[in-house]
């Protein structure tokens, strides 16, 4: 089953509960815009993509991946996913995605370079502060961004910073943006803590992927005293229930080494990562983690979506059905999204803003995306999921906005 396709599932449920037309679900049957081309690179050949999917709200937003998995079904779920994401966190932007299928571990620097200017080369006419501004997604980062401006810049023969977010600061960056999402997913959680588990002590979480998004959120959270008790990235995992030493942990990975390296737990498997028994369990790796395979083995009470898409349709079922509460994507994850936002508005308007004010800013967005999904849950206590009630406040600002332009 493709990825979009499982997604397809959960908006006719959404259409359902709410009695929208098939004239108006059409707007999410397919992207507005698919582009693909192959790069290039000492003889070999990468296929890429840059998918919009919806652009009602504003022009399409959202990152670039680089993994050898990616697929045109995995970037155009993931374009979906931030229209929807970008809806619901109330920012003028429409979603989109892009994608290169390629190995970044086993490139050097010089090929690393290659393939983003190749990438720019290849989708320069469709990218633009007003069309359509990536950002950095799973191995993409800071530097790459740059090489992705420089590329951009050169051939349209302007400045244009707002056309991608995620810089360094020399370039129009705002350095809050490397720890965004983990800092938005973090608040997240505390809200999921303070109305689910606001009578528990000893609360103890296992995180699932060990980079920009699940590294920061582990040690935010560990320095609030919650006892990590599990972390993995792609070699593996570390497990402890006693809690693990999140610095030597992050030091360690910040050394070149993997978290299963670590000597303070005893070595396990993604899998049994998965499976651990816990309270919290925060999925920040990638996509389809917990499929109806392992479902039915999810021993965590409370599953946080850090990730695009970690728990798909079907596993969703078994896990309410045994009372388990899903926080969504769209809503745990979207703290990178807004802080792009604050980031492409100061380079529009050439205002540079006060970052205690962003940080201020982005946790009231948060905090409002919360509880208005949380408020939308609680209209029918027991009858939708977090995720639906996200899903519902998405899919209508979205139709709002297609009828106001009269296409629907
Ligand atoms: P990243 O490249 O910085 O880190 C990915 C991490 O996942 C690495 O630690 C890697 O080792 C680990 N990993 C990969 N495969 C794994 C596996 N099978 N099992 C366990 N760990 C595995 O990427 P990131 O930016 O942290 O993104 C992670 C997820 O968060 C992605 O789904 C991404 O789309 C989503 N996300 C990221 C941002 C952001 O701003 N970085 C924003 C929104 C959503």
């Known amino acids: 089953m493709s990825i979009f396709e499982d997604n397809q599932k959960r908006l006719k449920e959404i259409q359902a509960l709410e009695g929208i037309s098939d004239q108006e679900m059409s707007v999410f049957s397919a992207p507005v815009k698919s582009n693909y081309a192959e790069l290039e690179i000492n003889g070999r050949k990468y296929p890429s993509w840059r998918i919009v999917f919806n652009e009602a709200l504003g022009p399409g937003k959202g990152g670039i991946r680089f993994h050898p998995d990616v697929s045109e079904d995995e970037v155009r779920a993931l374009a979906f996913w931030m229209a929807l994401k970008n809806s619901l966190a109330d920012i003028p932007y429409g979603g989109a995605k892009g994608g290169v299928k390629f190995d970044p571990k086993a490139a050097d620097k010089k090929e690393l370079e290659e393939v983003s200017r190749q990438y720019i080369g290849k989708f320069h006419q469709y990218l633009g502060q007003d069309k359509d501004v990536p950002a950095p997604d799973v191995y993409t980062n800071g530097q790459i961004m740059s090489w992705m401006l420089d590329e951009f810049e050169k051939r349209e023969g302007r400045h244009e910073p707002g056309m991608i977010t995620g810089k360094p600061v020399e370039l129009g960056g705002i350095s809050m943006r490397g720890d965004a999402t983990a800092q938005g997913g973090y608040l997240i959680t505390k809200e999921l803590i303070k109305n689910f588990l606001s009578d528990r002590q000893d609360i103890k979480i296992v995180v699932q992927g060990f980079g920009n998004a699940g590294l920061f959120m582990t040690e ?189």
């Open 220 to 408: 935010k959270l560990a320095n609030d005293g919650y006892k990590i008790i599990g972390v993995s990235d792609s070699r593996g995992g570390v497990y402890n229930a006693d809690g693990l030493n999140i610095k030597e942990l992050i030091a360690l990975k910040n050394g070149g080494g993997a978290v299963n390296e670590y000597k303070g737990g005893q070595s396990v498997s993604n899998a049994e990562l998965l499976e651990l028994k816990t309270d919290i369990l925060i999925l920040a790796a990638l996509e389809n983690q917990i499929t109806k395979d392992n479902a039915a083995n999810i021993k965590a009470d409370y599953l946080v979506e850090l990730a695009n898409g970690p728990v798909n349709y079907e596993a969703e079922q078994i896990l309410a059905g045994a009372g388990k509460i899903v926080v969504p994507d769209i809503l745990a994850n979207s703290g990178g999204v807004i802080t792009s936002y604050f980031e492409w508005a100061q380079n529009r308007t050439g205002q540079i803003l006060d970052e205690d004010y962003l940080r201020q800013l982005l946790d009231k967005k948060m905090k409002s995306g919360w509880s208005r999904v949380y408020g939308k849950y609680q209209e029918k206590p027991g009858a939708i999921t977090l995720r639906q009630a996200a899903y519902i406040i998405a899919v209508k600002r979205i139709l709002a906005a297609e009828k106001a332009r009269g296409r629907i």
